[in-house]
């Protein structure tokens, strides 16, 4: 896509897709990165050669699409400055948010009467072009702007388009699922450790085993039971292992931890609001001054 796009917030979303935007072959003079943190943005200034500012004004200038990729509390403060930027007519800047728990509503009530917002459920696995994205427009988006936020995040990985009422459950999947399965791996890694191998070994072998799982479920066409079964020998090691799970109540864990995720995301707005109106909304971009 050639449209100009601002991304508010440098930090490890932010800086994922933008890594995978410029892999992507995005040039790096249709991006512009708003970070308020002067050490962060130093950082991404000598890592990507992009211009950052700390000034979210001039950031938004002249973009058609504005990335929001700030933490929940700071999701307000971000939207009083986008509500007092111009944005010009002809342009039709879209806001797409990726941050988790925060409904479109919300930054419709702040932006202009009728502004276009998407939101986006990303994972980090975005850095390398294997971002599952799950994306749900808001009120006032079109079918054309929704297709332009599907190129964009196609551009990074796979995308799927929701009703926003799914988002809690999405999160507790695909945002925050690759946590679960990197502590999978430094479980089995320690594992190993424990018995007898070396500490690059077990890294070796658990992270390349993750690898090729995850390869061979989504190239194979067979169903994760399927792929189970024929790793499964009677009477055989893996039974015995996968015993040990089940005794352990593996499923039941990953019930009670999606199901903790989805309340989390759920109760984001409600909190944030409740924060916000006891501290006052701060707005982060105080000062006008580049960081390049
Ligand atoms: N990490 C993940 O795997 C995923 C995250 N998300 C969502 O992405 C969002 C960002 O998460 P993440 O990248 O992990 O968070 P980070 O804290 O790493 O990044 C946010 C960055 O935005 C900066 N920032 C905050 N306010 C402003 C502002 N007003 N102007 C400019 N910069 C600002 C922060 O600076 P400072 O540090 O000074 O506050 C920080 O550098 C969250 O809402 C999260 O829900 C969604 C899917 C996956
Ligand atoms: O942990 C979080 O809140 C964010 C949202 C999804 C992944 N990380």
Do not use: W
């Amino acid at each position: 896509m050639t449209e100009r796009v601002a991304i508010i917030g440098g930090g490890k979303i932010g800086e994922a897709l933008l890594a995978g935007l410029i892999g992507s072959g995005k040039p790096v003079k249709d991006l512009v990165v708003a970070e308020r943190s002067a050490e962060r943005s130093a950082e991404l200034v000598a890592d990507y050669g992009i211009r950052v500012t700390s000034d979210i004004a001039d950031a938004v200038e002249g973009a058609r699409v504005v990335v929001i990729a700030v933490k929940p509390d700071a999701v307000d403060g971000v939207l009083q400055a986008l509500s007092v930027t111009d944005d010009d007519g002809e342009l039709e800047r879209i806001t797409v948010t990726l941050v988790a728990g925060i409904p479109t509503s919300r930054y419709e009530a702040a932006l202009p009467a009728g502004s276009p917002v998407v939101r986006v459920m990303p994972n980090t696995p975005m850095l390398v072009n294997e971002a599952m994205s799950a994306i749900s427009p808001g009120r006032y988006a079109s079918e054309e702007q929704v297709a332009l936020t599907v190129r964009l995040m196609e551009a990074v990985g796979k995308v799927t388009v929701v009703p926003e009422k799914l988002m809690d459950a999405v999160t507790a999947i695909s945002g925050s699922g690759p946590a679960y399965f990197f502590l999978m791996v430094e479980a089995m890694i320690d594992a190993g450790v424990a018995l007898g191998l070396t500490r690059p070994l077990a890294s070796e072998l658990a992270v390349q085993t993750v690898k090729g799982a995850g390869v061979l479920l989504s190239e194979s066409g067979l169903s994760p039971v399927e792929l189970r079964a024929a790793v499964t020998s009677p009477a055989g090691t893996t039974a015995a292992a996968l015993k040990e799970f089940e005794r352990a109540g593996l499923r039941h864990a990953v019930n009670e931890a999606t199901a903790a995720c989805a309340e989390i995301s759920a109760k984001t707005a409600r909190r944030v609001e409740v924060e916000g109106s006891s501290q006052g909304v701060q707005v982060g971009a105080e000062t006008a001054s580049e960081q390049q």
